[in-house]
């Protein structure tokens, strides 16, 4: 038998020449110096040779355990590089059905039908909650008794958070039992354990309690907060875009040269993926010129202030209004439920009002080419509703404001014969969106 000390001092020949241990087991020698352990076996009748592998890499003892284990393969009948060739597809196969492996290979076959945003968030939330402790398990492996003690991890600290992600998690696995790595969805069972939190109601306010908080984001006196904040909070005002949308503007989406200032929100930072024209006021406009002064040499119009390379944080606004005594009372999202509640009360087409806040339609195929609809009576439709939050901020605070007669847009619109000036409404009708239909 083969001693360390003979191993280590066995010198290379001009031929390969072999000193043998036991039970097939030897030491090969190689002219340039390397040696190989090699089990020598015969299988059916015929003589095979297997690479244990290379010395001293291999010790003694770990060469004749790993003959053991060859002896083995072929008392059963098989060659032992068969199934070593076998075990390591097996392994691999088994590398790639963690549910790490698994998630991303479905986010990939989903990613193009989501928008940049909703990627991001999915990623970030699995790979924040769910990949450090599962993710490399097997997808076979995880138990219910598993994924419920992550989810209840989760739910303590964000319920919302554990939702989507028992949603997504479903998902994966529905894909994984589809390209037969799973037999069962261990988040099947945990129906019911992880309840999605009572909504609390966005309120869309009325006409008085929308003018208190315009004049409280427009003080006549000092800042409610950093002057890039405030001009976001009241674009939210203007615009009836959504939070993200606002906070994640970019310079390029604006033309404010055009006599028809507009914002276009790109497909990807939308909701439902499709193309958005933001008609922009006046007011809008002057806010916007004053913000490029501050961060028109940024790509984001709202840079974060920590890191400027990355938009406003998505919880900058709400602490804002937090500080001005909306808290739980009234979001960024408000903005939108308030002014459509109040467009619709005062008698604006429903169509635009939906239109405006990016409510496509579930046929995507019309959802695509119709983001410019009904953009000329939007423009007229916001620019009335920047004079209405105008006449609330300036007018409102010791008396009722009267409604603000429609823009000098109308008047252009009757010149050119898109509004009938007989059908007109006066001022005092309070129904400024009636004509425009």
């Avoid at 404001?401 to 009757?414: E, G, N, Q, T, Y």
Wanted: charged share 25%; proline share 5%; with cysteine.
């Amino acid at each position: 038998m083969i001693t360390d000390t003979k191993a280590r001092k066995a010198k290379a020949k001009d031929t390969t020449y072999r000193l043998a241990d036991s039970g097939g087991l030897a030491l090969e020698i190689r002219p340039s110096g390397s040696k190989f352990w090699r089990y020598r076996y015969r299988l059916h009748g015929k003589a095979g040779m297997y690479t244990v592998g290379e010395y001293p890499t291999i010790t003694i003892s770990e060469a004749r355990a790993i003959r053991d284990w060859a002896k083995k393969c072929v008392a059963n009948g098989e060659a032992p590089a068969e199934v070593k060739k076998r075990e390591l597809a097996e392994r691999r196969a088994e590398q790639a059905n963690t549910l790490e492996e698994v998630g991303k290979e479905w986010i990939a076959r989903n990613k193009a039908g989501w928008s940049v945003y909703y990627h991001r968030q999915v990623t970030r939330m699995l790979e924040a909650d769910i990949w450090p402790n599962l993710g490399k398990k097997g997808i076979r492996d995880i138990t219910p008794a598993q994924m419920l003690a992550e989810l209840q991890r989760v739910e303590e600290r964000a319920p919302t958070v554990a939702v989507n992600l028992k949603q997504w998690l479903a998902a994966i696995y529905r894909h994984a039992i589809a390209t037969l790595r799973a037999d069962n969805d261990p988040t099947a069972p945990l129906r019911g354990a992880i309840k999605k939190p009572k909504a609390k109601h966005k309120p869309s306010y009325n006409l008085d309690e929308f003018g208190k908080l315009c004049r409280a984001i427009w003080p006549k006196e000092g800042a409610i907060a950093y002057r890039i904040t405030e001009i976001a909070i009241r674009l939210l005002a203007l615009t009836m875009a959504r939070t993200v949308e606002v906070r994640s503007a970019r310079w390029d989406q604006f033309d404010l040269e055009s006599e028809e200032p507009t914002w276009t929100i790109p497909g990807e930072k939308m909701k439902r993926g499709v193309t958005h024209l933001v008609p922009l006021s006046s007011q809008a406009v002057e806010l916007l010129r004053e913000l490029e002064g501050l961060t028109g040499n940024r790509p984001y119009c709202f840079p974060n202030l920590r890191q400027p390379t990355e938009p406003m944080s998505a919880t900058t606004i709400n602490r804002v209004l937090e500080r001005l005594g909306y808290g739980g009372l009234f979001s960024g999202h408000a903005f939108r439920t308030t002014a459509s509640t109040l467009l619709n009360n005062y008698g604006f087409d429903g169509d635009w009002v939906e239109r405006q806040l990016a409510h496509t339609e579930e046929n995507k195929s019309r959802a695509s080419y119709n983001h410019a609809e009904y953009l000329y009576q939007r423009r007229i439709m916001l620019q009335w509703w920047a004079d209405l939050v105008d006449t609330l901020r300036l007018h409102g605070e010791t008396s009722r404001p009267s409604v603000p007669p429609l823009p000098a847009i109308v008047r252009r619109a009757i010149a050119e014969g898109h509004l009938d000036a007989t059908a007109f409404p006066t001022a005092s009708d309070g129904h400024p969106g009636k004509a425009l239909h």
